[in-house]
């Protein structure tokens, strides 16, 4: 079966570091993405692992570990607009099977 | 040009109506997807377009129907819907249909069905 695991919701402080987990069992394995999506807008991709390890852009980063289908998005110096929702997606066969998105809320 | 373009942004329609969903990209992708997404959950695939050709069908009721007139095109035709298909259609593309690569978003379709 196809299972990716991410908390509902999650809240932060502005100028902190928050980390969203992701597990994830699935039939095949393709790489794993994060996506951000505002409320009413369109998902835009944030990161891509295919390997393990870290891979870092910006303010952000995104771990992988396949053994234990396991991955983190870390985002540093929380702003404001980072309030969103993260989504989890793991590329299985041609096709991109979503978490359930974690609710991201930031305050000052 | 990174953009995916979808048109109307909004639509409302009754159950006995026909109305299609258009879906743009001039990335030269040859992947282009079709997501349905209701409120507060994730998108959910409906279809996959591999080289202009229909490659995945996730059991998608035969009110709607897909169609790819050419490589940078994409249309949802929709015919007899019921009110539970209310929600935002997104449209998607990737560039190489066979590796990992990130899909671009359409800013999305709202429908209403009434």
């Known amino acids: 079966g196809q299972n990716i695991d991410q908390p509902t919701e999650m809240t932060a402080t502005e100028g902190a570091i928050v980390q969203i987990n992701c597990t994830y069992q699935t039939s095949g394995f393709n790489g794993l993405f994060w996506y951000q999506q505002h409320a009413g807008e369109a998902p835009t991709f944030l990161s891509y692992?295919?390997?393990?390890g870290l891979e870092e852009k910006g303010r952000f980063s995104s771990f992988l570990s396949r053994s234990k289908g396991y991955s983190y998005l870390l985002l540093k110096e929380l702003q404001m607009k980072d309030s969103a929702s993260y989504l989890c997606?793991?590329?299985?066969?041609?096709?991109?099977?979503f978490g359930q998105g974690t609710e991201l809320s930031v305050k000052p | 040009d990174t953009e995916v373009t979808q048109t109307p942004k909004h639509l409302v329609m009754g159950m006995t109506n026909k109305k299609s969903l258009k879906c743009e990209q001039h990335?030269?992708?040859?992947?282009m997807y079709w997501y349905k997404q209701k409120a507060k959950k994730p998108p959910e695939l409906m279809f996959v377009y591999s080289y202009e050709k229909l490659s995945i069908n996730e059991s998608v009721p035969s009110r709607f129907s897909p169609e790819c007139p050419n490589s940078s095109l994409l249309n949802l035709h929709l015919h007899a819907l019921q009110p539970e298909d209310s929600a935002l259609y997104l449209c998607?593309?990737?560039?190489?249909?066979?590796?990992?690569?990130?899909?671009?978003f359409g800013p999305g379709t709202r429908l209403t069905v009434t």
């Open positions: 997606a793991v590329r299985d066969r041609g096709k991109l099977i």
């Open positions: 990335m030269g992708h040859r992947a």
């Open positions: 692992n295919v390997l393990d």
């Open positions: 998607a593309s990737s560039q190489e249909p066979k590796r990992s690569y990130e899909q671009y």
